[in-house]
């Protein structure tokens, strides 16, 4: 059964960090390009960044030098590392592979505010 689980979610004040991490299972996880993602207030979601299986990091502009990708193939896992955090950064974060074909995992809430 292929699964998804995120946690690491907290309410954080703004300027400050969390490390989120996603747990994969049922998957041959060291062939899949990972992703983060987010669904904040508005409800769309967007990509946050991405580790291909190769270990190519891609980021959105929104992110870039704040946030760090990574996986431990071995693990199964894929962490995310937020610096900075900024009320924007507010939402639900999910993983999911790079073409999110796999069942969505709950989330993890990340609420950045004083």
């Known amino acids: 059964q292929v699964q998804l689980v995120e946690s690491g979610g907290d309410l954080v004040q703004p300027g400050g960090s969390l490390t989120l991490s996603c747990k994969a299972s049922?998957?041959?996880?060291?062939?899949?390009?990972m992703g983060w993602y987010r669904r904040g207030p508005g409800n769309q979601r967007e990509v946050v960044a991405r580790?291909?299986?190769?270990?190519?990091?891609n980021y959105a502009n929104s992110v870039k030098g704040r946030f760090t990708i990574s996986r431990d193939n071995d693990k199964m896992t894929v962490d995310l590392q937020m610096n900075s955090l900024k009320p924007e950064d507010t939402a639900v974060y999910f993983c999911?592979?790079?073409?999110?074909?796999?069942?969505w995992g709950p989330g993890t809430q990340v609420t950045v505010s004083s």
């Open positions: 999911n592979d790079r073409e999110m074909t796999l069942p």
């Open positions: 580790i291909s299986r190769f270990g190519v990091l």
């Open positions: 049922g998957i041959i996880f060291r062939i899949y390009d």
